[in-house]
T-cell receptor, first 106, second 115 residues
Framework: EDQVTQSPEALRLQEGESSSLNCSYT??????LFWYRQDPGKGPEFLFT???AGEEKEKERLKATLTKKESFLHITAPKPEDSATYLC???????FGAGTILRVKS | KAGVTQTPRYLIKTRGQQVTLSCSPI?????VSWYQQTPGQGLQFLFE???????NKGNFPGRFSGRQFSNSRSEMNVSTLELGDSALYLC??????????????FGEGSRLTVL
C-alpha cells in the first residue's frame, strides 16, 4: 500500500535556527513528490515538485531534496512567517502525509 | 487569474441531513479532486474527476459522492450526515498534463459542522 510518512509531527524553532523536515514514502511508480504549505484556515499552497533522486529545488529559505525513499525540506534561518503546516504528497496517488506543524518564535 | 472557488465557506447541519458542496476550478483546469481534512486524520483523499469521469477514489463510504460537469465545475454530496463528518472539505484543481494530476491548486475550503 502506498504510504507517505512525515516527521516530526511538530517542530518548534527559534528564529534563525535551521532544521529539516522529513517525508518518507513507499509508493510504486512515483511520479512526483510534492511539498505544500498550509496556513491555518486556508487550503494548502504548492511549494515544490521533485521527480528524481538527487533533485533539489530552492525557494527563499526553503530547499527540498529527494532520495529514492525520502524527501527533506530544509529550512535555513527561519522567520516567524515561515510558521505553517508543511505537507508532502505522492503526486501519483494523491496521498498526503499527516504534515509537520512548524512554529518559529522570534 | 481567478483561483479555485468553493461554496459555501461555512455550514452547519444536523445528523441525518445531506449536504452539497460546490467547487469551481481555475479556468482551463480539467482535473478536480476533493479532500477531507480533520485534526486527527489529516488530509484524506476523497475522489478525483477528470473530464466528467471519476478517475480515482479514496477509501470513504458510499455516502460520499461527487460529480463533475462539462465546464469542469464539481460538486460533492454527503448523505445521512454523521457527527464524524465534521471537517474542512477542500477542493483542488490541476492542469493534468500527460495523465498525471500534477501541481494542485486548492480552494479555501468548506467547513462543515454536524450537530
Amino acid at each position: 500500500e502506498d504510504q507517505v510518512t512525515q516527521s516530526p509531527e511538530a517542530l518548534r524553532l527559534q528564529e534563525g535556527e535551521s532544521s529539516s523536515l522529513n517525508c518518507s514514502y513507499t509508493v510504486s511508480g512515483l511520479r512526483g513528490l510534492f511539498w505544500y504549505r498550509q496556513d491555518p484556515g486556508k487550503g494548502p499552497e504548492f511549494l515544490f515538485t521533485l521527480y528524481s533522486a538527487g533533485e533539489e529545488k530552492e525557494k527563499e529559505r526553503l530547499k527540498a531534496t529527494l532520495t529514492k525513499k525520502e524527501s527533506f525540506l530544509h529550512i535555513t534561518a527561519p522567520k516567524p512567517e515561515d510558521s505553517a503546516t508543511y505537507l508532502c504528497e505522492n503526486g501519483n496517488k494523491l496521498v498526503f502525509g499527516a504534515g509537520t506543524i512548524l512554529r518559529v518564535k522570534s | 487569474k481567478a483561483g479555485v472557488t468553493q461554496t459555501p465557506r461555512y455550514l452547519i447541519k444536523t445528523r441525518g441531513q445531506q449536504v452539497t458542496l460546490s467547487c469551481s476550478p481555475i479556468s482551463g483546469h480539467r482535473s478536480v479532486s476533493w479532500y477531507q481534512q480533520t485534526p486527527g486524520q489529516g488530509l484524506q483523499f476523497l475522489f478525483e474527476y477528470f473530464s466528467e469521469t471519476q478517475r480515482n477514489k479514496g477509501n470513504f463510504p458510499g455516502r460520499f459522492s461527487g460529480r463533475q460537469f462539462s465546464n469542469s465545475r464539481s460538486e460533492m454530496n454527503v448523505s445521512t450526515l454523521e457527527l464524524g463528518d465534521s471537517a474542512l472539505y477542500l477542493c483542488a484543481s490541476s492542469l493534468n498534463r500527460g495523465g498525471d494530476t500534477g501541481e494542485l491548486f486548492f480552494g479555501e475550503g468548506s467547513r462543515l459542522t454536524v450537530l
